[in-house]
């Protein structure tokens, strides 16, 4: 079973704080991985996508990639309150589909 | 404006009845697929499709069923025969199917059995 594993929380940062999000994954095929952002009853909004091992950033965020451990990050500065939502870690190896987490749960609070 | 839209927002089924969810995208994405999400968990693919008149079962395709009659439409089919179906249905596509695209969600539809 391919798994990809994440700390359901929730994680609660102050306002201003920086939210760091980890994943682990087991398929040592997996190419590819994405952090999507998902608000409480709405569908989930992608974020970031890594490819490569290393540092990906975005404004805000940063993607963090290490394929010799298995592990994704996902660290967000500067938080908000809204930014407080699920947020799931998503990888796919050379196939069709994405293998999900079950999300990790951030709160940031004012 | 480019996107996916699905419908209904909200759909209720009584036991034994088969409903069918609509999905359409006009991003001219070759790649759909339909993933159903449980309370607290993560989604899980139910069928995918890379092309026109061709779809592939994923983990969970028991007691459903698809068409890809054309690129813009995915519909699923919730048959009686899916013992447990309440739950959010998402559609989404891509440019293309394999590790390097990255995928986008409508805005799904909440099925609830009766």
Known sequence: ?110 | DGGITQSPKYLFRKEGQNVTLSCEQNLNHDAMYWYRQDPGQGLRLIYYSQIVNDFQKGDIAEGYSVSREKKESFPLTVTSAQKNPTAFYLCASSTRSGGYNEQFFGPGTRLTVL
């Not at chain 1, 990809?4 to 929730?10: A, F, I, K, L, M």
């Not at chain 1, 010799?68 to 660290?75: E, F, H, I, R, T």
């Open chain 1, 1 to 110: 079973q391919k798994e990809v594993e994440q700390n359901s929380g929730p994680l609660s940062v102050p306002e201003g704080a920086i939210a760091s999000l980890n994943c682990t994954y087991s398929d040592r095929g997996s190419q590819s991985f994405f952090w999507y952002r998902q608000y409480s009853g709405k569908s989930p909004e992608l974020i970031m996508f890594i490819y490569s091992n290393g540092d990906k950033e975005d404004g805000r965020f940063t993607a963090q990639l290490n394929k010799a451990s298995q592990y994704v990050s996902l660290l967000i500065r500067d938080s908000q309150p809204s930014d407080s939502a699920t947020y799931l870690c998503a990888a796919v190896n050379s196939g069709y589909a994405l293998n999900f987490g079950k999300g990790t749960s951030l709160l940031v609070t004012p």
